[in-house]
C-alpha cells in the first residue's frame, strides 16, 4: 500500500537518552515534514526538508535533529537536549508542484518515564 | 503576529444536522488552505482544500468558503454522522514561505445521537 510508515508507533525514553523516530513514504513525494502535537493542541512545525540531503528548521527545532539522506525517509532524533519530549509526534509529506496538499503519516506517542 | 485561528474550540451538534466550523487567518497574502480532521490518537485526514482564487468548494457532504474580504474559512458539513466526531483543523499554507503548513488549534465536533 501506498503511504506514509510511522514508526514505532508508542516508545518510552529514559531522560539523558537520545530515541529516533522512523518516517518512511513510497508516494515519491519531493518534501517531507515533522510536526510535534501536545494533548489538546494543534501542530507545531519542528523540521522540514523539500529535497533529499537539505533540511530546514521549523519552529521549535531546539533539542531535535532530522537527516534526508533518501528521498523516502526522514528520521527524527529527539536528543536529551529536548526538556520536555512527551509528546505525539506527527510526519508528513508533501508531492512536488503543482501538488499543495500535504499528508499525514499515523504518529508516533513518546513518553519519557 | 501572523496566525490562524479558530472561533470556537467545542461545537456539539445532534445528529442528521448540518455542522459549520469557522476559521480565521491573518495572512491576506496566503495561497491555499486545507481542512483536516483528527480522530483520537491518529494523524490528521485530509478533508478539502480550496486556493485563494476560490470562494466555494464542495467535496463528499463538505462545502469549504473562503471570504478572502474579512480573511474567514468555513467548513460545512452536511447530515453530520456519529462519525464526524473529531478535532478539525484549518490549516494554511503560504507559498512564498517555503510550503510551511500553518495550523490553527482546532475545534472538536461532538455528535448527539
Known amino acids: 500500500d501506498g503511504g506514509i510508515t510511522q514508526s514505532p508507533k508508542y516508545l518510552f525514553r529514559k531522560e539523558g537518552q537520545n530515541v529516533t523516530l522512523s518516517c518512511e513514504q513510497n508516494?515519491?513525494?519531493?518534501?517531507m515534514y515533522w510536526y510535534r502535537q501536545d494533548p489538546g493542541q494543534g501542530l507545531r512545525l519542528i523540521y522540514y526538508?523539500?529535497?533529499?540531503?537539505?533540511?530546514q528548521k521549523g519552529d521549535i527545532a531546539e533539542g531535535y535533529s532530522v537527516s534526508r539522506e533518501k528521498k523516502e525517509s526522514f528520521p527524527l532524533t529527539v536528543t536529551s537536549a529536548q526538556k520536555n519530549p512527551t509528546a505525539f509526534y506527527l510526519c508528513a509529506s508533501r508531492p512536488g508542484p503543482p501538488g499543495n496538499t500535504i499528508y499525514f503519516g499515523e504518529g508516533s506517542w513518546l513518553t519519557v518515564v | 503576529g501572523e496566525s490562524v485561528g479558530l472561533h470556537l474550540p467545542t461545537l456539539s451538534v445532534q445528529e442528521g444536522d448540518n455542522s459549520i466550523i469557522n476559521c480565521a487567518y491573518s495572512n491576506s497574502a496566503s495561497d491555499y488552505f486545507i481542512w483536516y480532521k483528527q480522530e483520537s490518537g491518529k494523524g490528521p485526514q485530509f478533508i478539502i482544500d480550496i486556493r485563494s482564487n476560490m470562494d466555494k468548494r464542495q467535496g463528499q457532504r463538505v462545502t469549504v468558503l473562503l471570504n478572502k474580504t474579512v480573511k474567514h474559512l468555513s467548513l460545512q458539513i452536511a447530515a453530520t454522522q456519529p462519525g464526524d466526531s473529531a478535532v478539525y483543523f484549518c490549516a494554511e499554507i503560504r507559498m512564498d514561505s517555503s510550503y510551511k503548513l500553518i495550523f490553527g488549534s482546532g475545534t472538536r465536533l461532538l455528535v448527539r445521537p
Open positions: 526538508s523539500q529535497i533529499v540531503n537539505d533540511f
Open positions: 508516494l515519491n513525494h519531493d518534501a
